[in-house]
């Protein structure tokens, strides 16, 4: 079965073409970064202006590198929420325009359960076998979310852990911001970060309770905040990669320290880290290192399979066709994760 996949949660116009729920051929992602650096920061009025720009494009370039006609979908997989809603309605009103016009299967999916998925997509041809084994954990982090999901099924998980304020990739843009790295901000601190000394400054790690499975980082982006504040000579470049270094530290501790309390809370002994955090270097080195030493099996997707794409809606998507999950054109955008 091939499924088209569209992403627009945000500010990144995806699609993709994937077969049978795993089988990856095609993913194109218009970014929209250029727009959006000058403000540092994410303009929804100017995303969603865009997205009505790119995603005919977007679209047919994906149909195009996957060698598959219009006419060959069997469905079509759209990200309902949650996400920013003049962005999420150009998608949807594109899915549901195709799924009425081509009489094709349409359902909504959860931009951020979608992201598990990455870890089961592989290219045609290549291993798709070594892959999760249900049930496991997973680690959810991306700009507006952080999130621990025990995930049962393709199409069953439970929230275990989540932001109860500013969620690890909004940290990093906001930090980088108020440091004046540009946008986007985590790839800016992590470039930064590697020439620094991660024990420059010992921030608190926040949220750290026995037992505590949520995310605080609102308390350490004001930390950063007020280092900064309290240096009337300002940053020289050697103690602004000493900073950024040690932000980082502290993001990457209490992330990496949740997810092996995750693990042990529901025994498992899988773990897949995924969203556009994922695409963190030190957090990428730091977790494989301590699932080693824990004996966990840990799945992190390739980088442009992390960040926000269609094929990991395309990969949800067939799983809910599969059981029968399928929206009608009423099918409306969630903004918030109900």
């Not at 309902?80 to 150009?90: F, R, T, W």
Request: overall charge neutral; aromatic content about 6%.
């Amino acid at each position: 079965m091939l499924i088209l996949g569209i992403e627009s949660s945000c500010d990144d116009t995806g699609a993709a073409v994937v077969e049978d729920g795993g089988i990856l051929r095609s993913s194109v992602v218009s970014s929209q970064d250029a727009i959006h650096a000058k403000y540092g920061g994410i303009v929804p009025e100017l995303a969603s202006r865009r997205h009505i720009e790119m995603i005919i494009p977007v679209v047919d370039e994906a149909l195009k590198q996957a060698s598959v006609a219009i006419e060959e979908i069997d469905g079509v997989a759209v990200t309902q929420g949650p996400g920013l809603a003049g962005s999420l309605l150009v998608g949807l009103s594109f899915a549901k325009s195709l799924s009425y016009a081509r009489a094709i299967p349409i359902t909504g999916v959860n931009h951020i359960e979608a992201h598990v998925m990455a870890a089961f997509l592989h290219k045609s041809g290549g291993k798709g076998t070594d892959v999760p084994a249900f049930p496991f954990v997973a680690l959810i982090v991306s700009g507006g979310h952080t999130t621990l999901l025990h995930v049962k099924d393709f199409t069953r998980c439970e929230i275990i852990g989540h932001t109860v304020d500013d969620a690890a990739g909004e940290a990093f843009d906001k930090v980088a911001k108020l440091l004046g790295l540009g946008y986007p901000g985590g790839l800016a601190i992590d470039r930064l970060a590697k020439d620094g000394n991660p024990s420059f400054v010992e921030f608190t790690r926040p949220y750290m309770a026995k037992g505590n499975l949520n995310f605080s980082f609102s308390g350490v982006k004001t930390a950063v905040l007020t280092y900064v504040k309290g240096r009337n000579g300002g940053l020289p470049p050697e103690i602004l990669k000493d900073l950024a270094a040690s932000f980082q530290e502290t993001v990457v501790d209490v992330l990496i320290s949740k997810a092996m309390r995750a693990v042990g809370a529901v025994n498992s002994k899988t773990l897949v880290l995924a969203g556009g955090v994922a695409c963190n270097s030190r957090l990428r080195a730091k977790l494989t290192a301590e699932a080693g030493k824990q004996g966990l099996r840990l799945f992190i997707p390739e980088p442009h399979l992390c960040s926000d794409n269609g094929a990991m809606i395309a990969s949800l998507g067939y799983h809910q066709i599969k059981k029968g999950s399928k929206a009608g054109l009423d099918l409306n955008a969630k903004p918030n994760w109900d």
